[in-house]
T-cell receptor, first 113, second 113 residues
Framework: DVKVTQSSRYLVKRTGEKVFLECVQD?????MFWYRQDPGLGLRLIYFSYDVKMKEKGDIPEGYSVSREKKERFSLILESASTNQTSMYLC????????????FGDGTRLSIL | AQSVTQLGSHVSVSEGALVLLRCNYSSSVPPYLFWYVQYPNQGLQLLLKYTSAATLVKGINGFEAEFKKSETSFHLTKPSAHMSDAAEYFC???????????FGKGTRLSVIA
């Protein structure tokens, strides 16, 4: 089974802090994704990556950056956290071939105070 | 552009009753379609996927979905609801190539004893 592991289930940070959310997958997947999930808005794509050191903006990249130095690890960075970034963050991975499902981690519930 | 519409943000059924969750998609090419389930405070888990092999797709936990091209629909059903089915359900579409899934906004299923 594919395992996508997010480093924290719950995280509390302060406004203005630089926040790192880590995601690791163990199935040698080429693609990795970061979403945020908010009530009534569903899942919104922040960034995704098809390969090491590659990144593509999703629908809501503002205020975020990403890093993919190794194939198995995809980090989401909140450069200067703000209260409107309080949310559930979900990481996913998939194979490069078309038509493949995405596999999700358990999520990180981030609160910015 | 691809899009997914899930009719009804909240559906409530009695235990033992039929579950029907609706999903309509738009895609310019034959799509890949997916249903995911999310239990409270967890990530998304793949329920089933349509990849053109058969129009009726069986998934885990007794769920199934039927692809109807003429109606651009991929509704999720289960003959008899169980309390453990209470969760949020997401429909997703992938039209072609190696692009991220496009998700609907989700339907929360409540099961009443």
């Amino acid at each position: 089974d594919v395992k996508v592991t997010q480093s924290s289930r719950y995280l509390v940070k302060r406004t203005g802090e630089k926040v790192f959310l880590e995601c690791v997958q163990d199935m040698d997947h080429e693609n990795m994704f970061w979403y945020r999930q908010d009530p009534g808005l569903g899942l919104r794509l922040i960034y995704f990556s098809y390969d090491v050191k590659m990144k593509e903006k999703g629908d809501i990249p503002e205020g975020y950056s990403v890093s993919r130095e190794k194939k198995e690890r995809f980090s989401l960075i909140l450069e200067s956290a703000s209260t409107n970034q309080t949310s559930m963050y979900l990481c996913a991975s998939s194979l490069f071939q078309g038509g493949q499902p995405q596999h999700f981690g358990d999520g990180t519930r981030l609160s910015i105070l | 552009a691809q899009s997914v519409t899930q009719l009804g943000s909240h559906v409530s059924v009695s235990e033992g009753a039929l579950v029907l969750l609706r999903c309509n998609y738009s895609s310019s090419v034959p799509p890949y379609l997916f249903w995911y389930v999310q239990y409270p405070n967890q990530g998304l888990q793949l329920l089933l996927k349509y990849t053109s092999a058969a129009t009726l797709v069986k998934g885990i936990n007794g769920f199934e979905a039927e692809f109807k091209k003429s109606e651009t629909s991929f509704h999720l059903t289960k003959p008899s609801a169980h309390m453990s089915d209470a969760a949020e359900y997401f429909c997703a579409v992938l039209s072609s190539g190696n692009t991220p899934l496009v998700f609907g906004k989700g339907t929360r299923l409540s099961v009443i004893a």
